[in-house]
């Protein structure tokens, strides 16, 4: 059963800290997004990704987050240092040529910044 | 950023009843997609549909679109409590393909 994993599910960690967010995409798939979800904001794009190269990351603080695909079976969005407003649930999505197709989103990253 | 909009923002109903969201896009598209978020998990893909259609279903749900006033909604029949969950819709906002989410409707279902 093809699906998107996250890694970790769950994040604690202390103000200034680093926090890397991992995310395995469906093999196959050449597209990656990175979202951000929170109460207030609701569903925001962070970087969005084809065949492993950044197409549109102007939704990502560029001081501090990073995206990046190593190789087509991982993804990684790293924050440093971290603050309190990065708290939120951080979802990867992939898919075939997305907008054409469905996206398939992994169960998330529920990140607490203290 | 966001080019859908849904209404109702939060829609209660009892279980048998029928839902119906709204959404409500800005720019020309070549599809519209709904997505359903249970509490503390991804999106789930519903249903696409596509510019050059008018209707379509999948099971309970039923989802119209209509491109002259930029809206779709999104019927479920017979509701149960398992349908109690966040619905979004999203578009293709450009040649990237990116998608393009609205706010959603968090739905109830009373048992």
């Known amino acids: 059963d093809a699906r998107v994993t996250q890694t970790p599910r769950h994040k604690v960690t202390e103000m200034g800290q680093e926090v890397t967010m991992r995310c395995q995409p469906i093999?196959?798939?050449?597209?990656v997004f990175w979202y951000r979800q929170t109460m207030m904001q609701g569903l925001e794009l962070l970087a969005y990704?084809?065949?492993?190269?950044?197409?549109?990351d102007s939704g990502m603080p560029k001081d501090r987050f990073s995206a990046e695909m190593p190789d087509a079976t991982l993804a990684t969005l790293k924050i440093q240092p971290s603050e309190p407003r990065d708290s939120a649930v951080y979802f990867c999505?992939?898919?075939?040529?997305?907008?054409?197709?469905?996206?398939?989103f992994g169960q998330g990253t529920r990140l607490t910044v203290v | 950023s966001q080019q859908g909009e849904e209404d109702p923002q939060a829609l209660s109903i009892q279980e048998g009843e029928n839902a119906t969201m709204n959404c409500s896009y800005k720019t020309s598209i070549n599809n519209l997609q709904w997505y359903r978020q249970n509490s503390g998990r991804g999106l789930v893909h519903l249903i696409l549909?596509?510019?050059n259609e008018r209707e379509k279903h999948s099971g309970r749900l039923r989802v119209t679109l209509d491109t002259s006033k930029k809206s779709s909604s999104l019927l479920i029949t017979a509701s149960r409590a398992a349908d109690t969950a966040s619905y979004f819709c999203?578009?293709?906002?450009?040649?990237?393909?990116?998608?393009?989410w609205g706010a959603g409707t968090k739905l109830i279902i009373k048992p």
């Open positions: 093999l196959g798939h050449n597209t």
């Open positions: 999203a578009t293709d906002g450009d040649s990237n393909y990116q998608l393009i």
């Open positions: 999505a992939s898919g075939l040529v997305t907008g054409r197709t469905e996206a398939f």
């Open positions: 990704f084809r065949n492993r190269a950044p197409l549109d």
């Open positions: 549909i596509r510019s």
